[in-house]
């Protein structure tokens, strides 16, 4: 069956550090994939996306490679801002659309 | 354009009563999925509507149910609740269904059961 897997938080990360969130995922045909991040108290607010193989989803300064050989979706931002401390989820969408997440990671950035 | 609204946002309840949650989509999605969102399981999908029909089911026991209108507004219920079943709940509304798109989330129901 369809399944996402992200890496284990919490991370905790320095103002200006660079981020690295993993996430592989197992799926029949061609799924697109998200990333999706929840700020506390609040619901899920889509961070970017992926439809197709070799695409790359970007939104604020984060980015996201839909590796089809390496069925990966790993998140990456340069440099990171106290404002991005939240909960990071990945998720698939298979032709149904029904959608599938990972458990969330938790990013913490320090000043 | 407004976003998927969720009402109540919190709400307290005992065990064996019932719930009800209401769910009002972007204006012109007419597909809605809820979750349920715990610290240990993560987020579990529920179900799915579409055109006031359920499209996909979680693995749920039968006391969670829902139901879609004719405006696309969904509701979801929980009868004889447990403690187990505090959680979040996060309804989602998508264009339509089956052509991969993005979920928009509502704010979600905080349900406390005591």
């Known amino acids: 069956g369809n399944s996402v897997t992200q890496m284990e938080g919490p991370v905790t990360l320095s103002e200006e550090a660079f981020l690295t969130i993993n996430c592989t995922y197992t799926a029949t045909g061609y799924p697109s994939l998200f990333w999706y991040v929840q700020y506390p108290g609040e619901g899920l607010q889509l961070l970017l996306k992926?439809?197709?193989?070799?695409d790359k989803g970007s939104n604020k300064g984060f980015e996201a490679t839909y590796r089809k050989e390496t069925t990966s979706f790993h998140l990456e931002k340069g440099s990171v801002q106290v404002s991005d401390s939240a909960v990071y989820f990945c998720?698939?969408?298979?032709?149904?659309?029904?959608?599938?997440f990972g458990t969330g990671t938790s990013l913490t950035v320090i000043p | 354009k407004a976003g998927v609204t969720q009402t109540p946002r919190y709400l307290i309840k005992t065990r064996g009563q019932q719930v009800t949650l209401s769910c009002s989509p972007i204006s012109g999605h007419r597909s809605v999925s809820w979750y349920q969102q715990t610290p240990g399981q993560g987020l579990q999908f529920l179900f799915e509507?579409?055109?006031?029909?359920?499209?996909n089911k979680g693995n749920f026991p039968g006391r969670f149910s829902g139901r879609q209108f004719s405006n696309s507004r969904s509701e979801m219920n929980v009868s004889t609740l447990e403690l187990g079943d505090s959680a979040l709940y996060l309804c989602?509304?998508?264009?339509?269904?089956?052509?991969?798109?993005?979920?928009?989330f509502g704010p979600g129901t905080r349900l406390t059961v005591l």
């Open positions: 992926a439809t197709k193989a070799d």
């Open positions: 998720a698939l969408s298979d032709q149904g659309n029904q959608f599938y």
């Open positions: 509507y579409f055109s006031e029909t359920q499209r």
């Open positions: 989602a509304s998508s264009l339509v269904p089956g052509t991969q798109r993005e979920q928009y």
